[in-house]
């Protein structure tokens, strides 16, 4: 990022008379204009091609480089208001916590026991992503990697329908949404880690504004043996590493899944504990405490985590924000409906208390 008083016009970059013309007819007219953009914008804006973008990106940056030691909050502000890439939830409340919804640019982690709703949120995250940019949706491709065979194609036309039935009315419109869903299925860590050499050319060639990963936790631990933890480890940062630096570099929002993993210790009188987050137990028994799986490095590259626990006795959840560098903690109830996830906005005062306390400890339990 340039600072404005490191801001040059592009005639000042060293870049050819026709390069500033193209540039200048898009209206980008300084240095702090062409490097707020990555390497795909440019190939987006001025139909050139990608070796072209980034030997523009490279001139500007190598005459401003000096100047771009530091910048201000303000000047970061504008350029997110200028450009904003977050992708909604559907939860008006999560939204508004995280100014907007899963922000680009970061890795997003949905973490809870099974049957709390991640692949649902996953999903519904998905359908958003597809949306136009007028429905606050993101207008572009998903790359969706199902691990668990829980994509289901039918499952996101009747969330699209549900939540927008004024949209969705025609067979060509579900084609299409269905269209902006690449879906690779998954069978290991290591499969994974053989297709990450291949994801930035599919971001480009597909205009993908959104990755989503369901489940990490499984491809993880289930192709490694105990004493394998060291290689599963080293696989598992490259992949987190290689997810974080396309999320940056392309501006588009990451969400994996997690699962809950059982820690030491236990609660009586049917509660299970989520780190610190409390789960009322089916049947009321005895469980073992629960916690974030894959450990300490990988929790290291996530930047939110949203911790979920759904009871399907009662039909309704308690989802939790424990983790985020843009907002505090919160938490609200939802259920689950034709729609997706929905928020309870009346279940607010009615929920147990045993669901409520302790919010802020599950990112620290490995």
Request: with cysteine; proline share 4%.
């Amino acid at each position: 990022m340039v600072s404005t008083s490191g801001d040059l016009s592009l005639r000042r970059c060293g870049l050819k008379d026709k390069t500033v013309f193209l540039l200048e007819s898009k209206k980008l007219r300084s240095s702090y204009d062409v490097l707020r953009l990555t390497a795909l914008d440019l190939v987006q804006q001025l139909d050139v091609s990608l070796g072209e973008a980034r030997e523009i990106l490279a001139a500007v940056s190598s005459r401003v480089a000096r100047r771009a030691e530091r910048t201000t909050a303000l000047h970061m502000k504008e350029a997110e208001i200028k450009d904003p890439r977050s992708v909604r939830t559907g939860l008006e409340t999560l939204d508004a916590a995280l100014k907007g919804g899963l922000r680009a640019g970061t890795v997003t982690e949905f973490v809870g026991p099974p049957g709390s709703c991640k692949s649902q949120m996953c999903l519904q995250v998905a359908l958003f992503a597809t949306l136009p940019r007028n429905l606050g949706g993101l207008d572009g491709k998903v790359l969706y990697f199902d691990a668990e065979n829980h994509f289901r194609a039918e499952r996101l036309v009747q969330m699209a329908q549900a939540r927008f039935p004024d949209r969705y009315l025609t067979v060509p419109l579900l084609h299409k949404l269905l269209g902006r869903v690449l879906v690779s299925q998954l069978s290991s860590l290591s499969h994974l880690e053989s297709l990450l050499p291949s994801l930035e050319k599919t971001i480009l060639e597909h205009d993908v504004r959104c990755i989503v990963v369901d489940n990490i936790a499984v491809l993880a631990r289930t192709e490694y043996a105990i004493d394998e933890t060291v290689r599963r480890q080293e696989v598992l940062g490259k992949v987190a590493s290689y997810l974080k630096r396309l999320a940056c570099a392309y501006r588009i929002p990451v969400v994996t899944v997690n699962q809950a993993t059982a820690t030491c210790g236990r609660e009586k009188g049917g509660v299970m504990d989520m780190g610190a987050m409390k789960v009322r137990a089916a049947g009321g028994a005895e469980e073992d405490s629960m916690g974030a799986a894959l450990g300490p490095k990988w929790a290291h590259y996530i930047n939110t985590r949203v911790s979920l626990a759904y009871d399907g006795s009662e039909g309704r959840g308690l989802l939790s924000l424990v983790k985020s560098p843009f907002a505090p903690e919160m938490a609200l109830s939802f259920s689950s409906a034709p729609a997706g996830v929905l928020e309870d906005v009346n279940a607010a005062e009615s929920v147990a208390p045993d669901l409520l306390p302790h919010l802020s400890a599950l990112q620290y339990l490995w």
